[in-house]
């Protein structure tokens, strides 16, 4: 399986999950509990990453797998991020529509970006930096609210809780999604095993999550398990199986290819998001939105293509080819 298809079928998945969960939606609320979706996708998870190690393991009975607890234990980290992280997505679509919730998750490039020179030492381009900026300043464009608008008592399309959320996401989306590629390459240990590890433990804190929930409301719904399919509906299983197959495309991008990659391939999701919300969701783009998403293109363009083409350098080959040429008019012409 090749890394650029892997990231095609993201993007699609990518662009699917705030669609999903907006149409799981009752009148701008959740008619089920929230908390038992990021449950049931990690324990989706858990069981295909499972199966695939069993089946891994009876082809190669070789199949490294570190046990020691002092590598086992770094997963908790990931886990916790991650619990948080898929709680505030819910979150965010109360606030603001599903375009701006995709547009706004472009911003976790930055906060990567960041994080990659912080945390990985790993240093990136000033053309990079540059298509990263660019970026950032897409997606602010393309929330300004249009001036012929009958309310523009705010700058922005959307509340501040919402934006708020969506930085807060996009931050935690970030320090996990780094933090994971780095326990994903740092050993040659089985991609599958590695899953089961952070997977066990996110179905263990998010179960733990849910546990709370009931002690704050002293049991009055009664126990999380007797009640975690109430308000489901068919759209809701299809969130379940977004994130779950989501976060399985993800860990193979993180073991194989790079987080940065994996970011971009989610930001294409824009696009497609805005086109699919104009018919299911009668939504209206304004001129700002088609501004920012066209700037955001451009930095995928500029941080993606490499150098010679977007200042039109000749490649090694063509210019020493064309050398030569110019040296035998010379030589010609002296003699």
């Given at each position: 399986m090749q890394w650029y298809f892997v990231a095609a079928l993201l993007t699609i998945l990518t662009s699917s999950q705030g669609i999903l969960t907006t149409l799981s939606q009752s009148n701008g609320h959740y008619t089920y509990d929230y908390g038992t979706v990021p449950f049931l996708a990690e324990f989706f998870k858990l069981v295909v990453s499972s199966l695939l190690l069993w089946r891994e393991r009876r082809v190669s009975p070789s199949?490294?797998?570190?046990?020691?607890?002092?590598?086992?234990?770094?997963?908790?980290?990931?886990?916790?991020?991650?619990?948080?992280?898929?709680?505030?997505?819910?979150?965010?679509?109360?606030?603001?529509?599903?375009?701006?919730?995709?547009?706004m998750g472009n911003l976790k490039i930055v906060t990567t970006g960041?994080?990659?020179?912080?945390?990985?030492?790993?240093?990136?381009?000033?053309?990079?930096w540059m298509a990263i900026v660019l970026l950032a300043i897409g997606t602010t464009t393309s929330q300004i609210k249009a001036c012929g608008e009958a309310s523009c008592?705010?700058?922005?399309?959307?509340?501040?809780?919402?934006?708020?959320?969506?930085?807060?996401?996009?931050?935690?989306?970030?320090?996990?999604?780094?933090?994971?590629?780095?326990?994903?390459?740092?050993?040659?240990?089985?991609?599958?095993?590695?899953?089961?590890?952070?997977?066990?433990?996110?179905?263990?804190?998010?179960?733990?999550?849910?546990?709370?929930?009931?002690?704050?409301?002293?049991?009055?719904?009664?126990?999380?398990?007797?009640?975690?399919?109430?308000?489901?509906s068919l759209t809701t299983w299809m969130v379940v199986l977004n994130l779950g197959s989501t976060g399985l495309l993800v860990s193979w991008?993180?073991?194989?290819?790079?987080?940065?990659?994996?970011?971009?391939?989610?930001?294409?999701?824009?696009?497609?998001?805005?086109?699919?919300?104009?018919?299911?969701?009668?939504?209206?783009?304004?001129?700002?939105?088609?501004?920012?998403?066209i700037v955001c293109m451009m930095s995928l363009h500029m941080y993606f293509a490499p150098?010679?083409?977007?200042?039109?350098?000749?490649?090694?080959?063509?210019?020493?080819?064309?050398?030569?040429?110019e040296i035998s008019v010379e030589r010609k012409t002296d003699s």
């Open positions: 199949t490294r797998m570190t046990t020691e607890w002092k590598s086992v234990r770094l997963f908790v980290v990931p886990s916790v991020i991650y619990l948080f992280h898929n709680n505030v997505q819910f979150a965010t679509l109360t606030y603001v529509d599903t375009s701006t919730y995709q547009i960041i994080l990659f020179r912080i945390f990985l030492r790993r240093k990136l381009s000033n053309l990079r008592d705010s700058l922005f399309s959307a509340p501040i809780q919402g934006y708020m959320l969506g930085i807060l996401s996009a931050c935690l989306s970030a320090l996990a999604g780094v933090y994971t590629e780095f326990l994903m390459k740092k050993n040659s240990d089985s991609l599958y095993w590695q899953n089961v590890q952070l997977y066990t433990f996110g179905v263990i804190f998010n179960m733990a999550r849910l546990l709370v929930d009931d002690f704050r409301s002293g049991f009055e719904r009664g126990p999380w398990w007797s009640r975690i399919f109430n308000g489901y991008l993180m073991k194989y290819a790079d987080n940065i990659v994996k970011v971009y391939s989610t930001s294409m999701a824009m696009l497609l998001t805005t086109v699919i919300s104009v018919y299911l969701f009668s939504f209206k783009p304004t001129l700002q939105l088609f501004l920012g998403i150098p010679n083409m977007l200042v039109d350098m000749p490649s090694p080959t063509k210019a020493a080819t064309e050398n030569l040429k």
